[in-house]
C-alpha cells in the first residue's frame, strides 16, 4: 500500500506539473513535448535517481499511449478538412514512407558506415511523423485545409506501415516480395475494419439508451481501441484501425459529440504526457554523448534528404506548389513515435539497438526545438498564413447536440481582407451567423452594421448542415475581400 500510495503521489505531481507546461511552453513559444520529456529525465537516474530500463514495458506502454492520441487524432478530424487532401495524405502515408526508408537507409548506410538491414531499420525508425507533435502543433496554424489535411491525415496514418516495416527489419528474416504482400494485407485489412467497426459503432451508439450522459464518451473510445485489437488480432494493422475507426465515428451524428471530443482531447493530453514522461524516464543522459554524433547525422540525412524527396516523389502529382512542398518537407515533426518504435530492436535484442535508442533520442529532442519553433515563421516567409483561422469550440452544453450546431471561432489576422468588411456582408448561409466579436479585450453582440477589425475573435454559430458553406465563405472574403464571389473566389482550399 505504501507503495502504491507513493506512486499515485507521483503520478498526480507528474500531471499536474506536465498541465502548468503546457503554459510555459506557449509562453516560450517550445511544444510542450520537450518539457515533458525534461520532467522524466529529471525524475530519472540523472535526477531523482527513478531507475528504470525496461525495454519490453516501454514499447506495451508507448504503444498502448500511442493508440488513444490516434483514436483523439480521428475522433476530433473532421473529414470536410482532410478531404481536399485525400489522395496526398494517403500517398503520403505510404508511398511516401517507403521512400523515406529507403532514402534515409541509403544515406547512413554511407555515412555512418552502416549495414543496410540496420542503415534501412534506422531509416524505418524515422520514417514516421509524430501524430501528437502533428495534431497539437498544426490545428493552431492558420494554414490552408488541404496543407493541414495532408499533414494530419500523414500522421494519422504513416505509423501503421512504419511500425511495419520496422518489425520486418528488425527481425532476422530475409525481406522478400512476400513481405510487400504482407504489409499492403495488413494496411488494407486494418483499415476495413477501423472503417467497419467505427461504421457499426456510430449506429449502435445511436440507438443506444445509455443511463448516464458519461458513458457515451467512454463507450466510444471503446469502440476504437476494440478496433485496435481486433486489428491486431487479424494480423492487421491495428494502429491503422483505431484511427479510422476514430475518424468515422468523430465524423458521425453521435449523442453527446461535445462530451465525447472533450473527453477524448483529456485522453490524448494524458497519453501524451505520460508517453514523453516515460520515454524521458527511460533515457539515459550518460550515453547520449556517444550517440550525439550518430544522431545528428541521421537527423540531417531524413530531414534535409529523405523527407524533402519523399515529399516531391508524392504530391508533385496532385499540383501542390513547391511553397506547400517546402512547408511539407519541413512540418515532418518526429516526436514519441520514432523513440517507442527502437523499443522494437531493443526488445529483440538486435545489435546496435541502444546506440539506435540514443541516437534517436537525441534527433527527436533537436528536430523537435529547431522545428517546433519555426513553423510559423516559415508559413509566414512563404505566405501561407494568410488563411482565416477557424476551429471548432468544445463547449460542454447539450443544446448543441440537440440543435444539431456548432460554434465556430475565427480569428482575422494581420493582412486579412475580412478587415473593414460590415458584418452584413459576410453574407453566411441560412443557418449560420455571428453572435458574438471579442475586440481589445472586451466583447459585444454584433450588428449588421459592425465592421470587422485585424485581431477580432468572432464567434460564428452554425448548423452543422451549413457548416462547410460557412466556412468556405469565411476563407473565400479572407482571401479576395467583399467581393470574393465576383472574382471567382470559392475558398474551397
Known amino acids: ?10 503520478g498526480a505531481a507528474v500531471i499536474l506539473v506536465a498541465a502548468l507546461a503546457v503554459r510555459v511552453s506557449v509562453r516560450l513559444g517550445l511544444p510542450s513535448l520537450l518539457l515533458y520529456l525534461a520532467i522524466g529525465v529529471l525524475l530519472g537516474e540523472a535526477g531523482l535517481g527513478i531507475q528504470f530500463s525496461d525495454a519490453d514495458l516501454t514499447q506495451a506502454l508507448g504503444l498502448a499511449a500511442l493508440v488513444l492520441i490516434l483514436v483523439e ?19 503520403l502515408s505510404t508511398v511516401g514512407v517507403l521512400v523515406s526508408i529507403g532514402v534515409a537507409g541509403v544515406g547512413l548506410h554511407y555515412l555512418l558506415g552502416l549495414d543496410w538491414r540496420t542503415a534501412l531499420l534506422w531509416g524505418a525508425v524515422l520514417a514516421s511523423t509524430d501524430a501528437a507533435a502533428v495534431f497539437s502543433v498544426l490545428r ?23 511500425y511495419i516495416a520496422v518489425v520486418l527489419l528488425a527481425g532476422t528474416a530475409p525481406i522478400t516480395g512476400q513481405a510487400a504482400l504482407l504489409m499492403v494485407y495488413e494496411l488494407l485489412v486494418g483499415g476495413m475494419i477501423g472503417a467497419a ?49 476514430g475518424l468515422v465515428l468523430g465524423n458521425a451524428k453521435l449523442p453527446h459529440r461535445s462530451d465525447t471530443l472533450s473527453f ?76 517507442v518504435l527502437t523499443m522494437i530492436p531493443l526488445s529483440e535484442g538486435r545489435p546496435g539497438a541502444e546506440l539506435l535508442v540514443d541516437a534517436v533520442f537525441v534527433l527527436v529532442v533537436v528536430l523537435t526545438l529547431v522545428q517546433g519553433t519555426t513553423l510559423k515563421p516559415l508559413a509566414r516567409l512563404l505566405g501561407l498564413d494568410s488563411a482565416a483561422h477557424t476551429q471548432e469550440v468544445h463547449v460542454d452544453v447539450a443544446s448543441l447536440d440537440e440543435l444539431n450546431a456548432s460554434l465556430l471561432q475565427v480569428t482575422i489576422p494581420k493582412g486579412s481582407k475580412l478587415h473593414g468588411v ?3 456582408e459576410l453574407r453566411l448561409p441560412r443557418g449560420a451567423t455571428v453572435s458574438l466579436v471579442a475586440r481589445a479585450g472586451g466583447a459585444f453582440t454584433p450588428a449588421p452594421a459592425t ?17 462547410d458553406a460557412a466556412e468556405a465563405r469565411l476563407r473565400a472574403i479572407d482571401r479576395a475581400g467583399r467581393y470574393a464571389r465576383w472574382r471567382g473566389e470559392t475558398g474551397s482550399l
Open 140 to 162: 493552431t496554424l492558420p494554414i490552408t485545409r488541404r496543407l493541414a489535411g495532408s499533414l494530419e491525415m500523414e500522421s494519422g496514418i504513416n505509423d501503421a506501415p512504419s
Open 264 to 339: 477524448a482531447e483529456g485522453l490524448g493530453w494524458l497519453a501524451q504526457i505520460g508517453l514523453f514522461v516515460l520515454l524521458g524516464l527511460f533515457a539515459s543522459p550518460g550515453r547520449l554523448l556517444d550517440a550525439l554524433v550518430p544522431g545528428l547525422v541521421a537527423g540531417a540525412v531524413i530531414t534535409f534528404l529523405a523527407r524533402p524527396v519523399s515529399v516531391a516523389l508524392s504530391v508533385s502529382w496532385f499540383r501542390m506548389p513547391w511553397r506547400e512542398q517546402v512547408f511539407l518537407s519541413w512540418a515532418g515533426l518526429r516526436g514519441a513515435v520514432p523513440v
Open 197 to 245: 467497426l467505427g461504421w457499426a459503432g456510430a449506429h449502435a451508439l445511436r440507438r443506444a439508451a445509455l443511463p448516464a450522459t458519461g458513458l457515451y464518451p467512454l463507450a466510444t473510445v471503446a469502440v476504437c481501441v476494440a478496433a485496435y485489437a481486433g486489428g491486431q488480432a487479424a494480423h492487421a494493422s491495428g494502429l491503422l484501425a483505431a484511427y479510422l475507426c
Open 422 to 424: 460590415y458584418v452584413s
Open 73 to 91: 487524432g480521428g475522433l476530433t478530424t473532421r473529414w470536410s478538412d482532410i478531404r481536399p487532401a485525400l489522395g496526398a495524405g494517403i500517398v
Open 1 to 10: 500500500m505504501g507503495e502504491l500510495t507513493a506512486a499515485l503521489g507521483v
Open 451 to 467: 465592421r470587422l477589425q485585424e485581431g477580432d475573435q468572432v464567434l460564428v454559430v452554425t448548423t452543422e448542415d451549413v457548416r
